[in-house]
């Protein structure tokens, strides 16, 4: 029986990349789809955070470098000042989801912000990475221009924040159950195990 998951990320998050050896363990050991749905942490005109400030620096150090270091994926804080937008990297992620490619297209993304210190927000940065995991480049370039995409970005935002109640990321959704923080790949598969044992025990009394 497939277990739906929705995970809701941020590509300027580096706890949402940091979060996805749990997801892939999850997904080698357990039945699940997982859907990987955009919410962006500060959409404009919020101002987004600078690495110069205390801030990012303070959270990395307490934070972000000791969990790299315990899951064993290497990322360092980006020097791009301020961080990039993520609406139009959000806005190819529905041609990635729609071909089949939005895991690949939003790890190569991850990969591009946190490993390669390269500004996500730049179209020719966000073509580059489109492109490397199999979209086409043409395609790319009118998802980028689209206002019915960014209408759709604009509305999956609504959705995550009102319909779900996601107000920061990971946000990870198990059938309706929404993890906060980041998980280790033992805390979701005990919440996948959990969930389709009710689902046994109610067909069981309905039968």
Known sequence: MTTKIDVF???????????????EELKRDRDVEVTIRPFELRPDPVPTLRPE?????RVWKQSVYPMSDRVGLPITLPSISPQPRTEKAFMVL????ELGLAEAY???????FFQQDRNIGLDDVIIDVATSVGLDEAEVKEALDSEERRDRQRADQDYAVRTVGIDSVPGIVVEGQVLRGVPSATRLK????SLAERKSAAGLEQS
């Open 190 to 193: 005990k919440v996948v195990d």
């Open 9 to 23: 990320v941020d590509y300027v998050c580096p706890f949402c990349f940091l979060v996805e050896p749990a997801i």
């Open 106 to 112: 939003t790890e190569a993304m991850f990969a591009a």
């Open 94 to 97: 529905q041609l990635a989801q």
């Open 53 to 57: 400030d205390d801030y990012l620096p």
